[in-house]
């Protein structure tokens, strides 16, 4: 099986970091890591509950915690939470340690699937639904992209599937 060292999967809220990250690592073969899930072990706590008690400032000052200490072997998949690129220097910390893969998707179609997945709280989405949720994303989206648009990769998040994505990354090995 191909290795690809330690692949990042960023991208807004909703794009399916966690979702496609399992399915890729199961196929390569190789360890999941998602840093959300990481997080919440650590505090025993789940993440809505955690931005309560402590505000978004201590999240993100955790998470920088969780993603530069946590043991990653060579070859591994880590889903981050839809934040995380766009705090500290933690965008060029991902590109000096592995492949940034950046999932696009546009606004109408990540608040579909937030809207259908309330189970999980997004606190940064403020229980936002239908248009104002729409219009949150387009927001916060363009405050965001500058720092998603660093990834070594950007994929259409729409259609891929794990699949797709290792032929994808074999592509790009062979052209490197
Ligand atoms: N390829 C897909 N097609 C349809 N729905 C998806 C897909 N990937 C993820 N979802 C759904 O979208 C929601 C967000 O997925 P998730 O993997 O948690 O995204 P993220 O980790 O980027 O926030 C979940 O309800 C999930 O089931
Ligand atoms: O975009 C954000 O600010 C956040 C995204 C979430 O992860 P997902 O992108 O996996 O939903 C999680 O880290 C937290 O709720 C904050
Ligand atoms: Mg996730």
């Known amino acids: 099986m191909d290795s690809f060292g330690k692949l990042f999967l ?9 979702t496609l990250g399992k399915k890729l690592a199961s196929r390569l073969g190789c360890d ?21 008690a402590n505000g978004e400032d201590a999240f ?3 998470e920088r915690e969780v993603l530069t200490t946590t043991e990653l072997p060579d070859n591994a998949v ?10 500290f220097d933690n965008m060029n910390w991902m590109n000096s340690n592995g492949t940034t893969i950046y999932i696009f998707m546009p606004p ?8 259908n997945d309330q189970i999980h709280g997004r606190p940064a989405l403020q229980g936002k ?14 405050e965001r992209e500058s720092f998603y648009n660093k990834a070594n990769l950007i994929i259409r998040g729409i259609d891929i599937t794990a ?6 990354l074999q592509a790009n090995k062979k052209s490197s």
Request: aromatic share 10%.
């Open 129 to 142: 639904r239908g248009t104002d949720l729409i219009a949150f994303i387009a927001d916060k989206l363009k």
């Open 10 to 18: 960023i991208g807004f809220m909703g794009c399916g970091k966690t």
């Open 32 to 52: 999941f890591f998602d840093l959300d899930h990481i997080l919440e072990k650590k505090v025993g706590m789940t993440i809505p509950q955690f931005f309560l």
């Open 60 to 62: 993100r000052q955790l």
């Open 108 to 115: 109408a179609a990540l608040a579909v699937r937030l809207d």
């Open 78 to 87: 880590i889903s981050t939470g839809g934040g995380l690129p766009c705090y």
């Open 163 to 168: 699949e797709k994505l290792v032929g994808i």
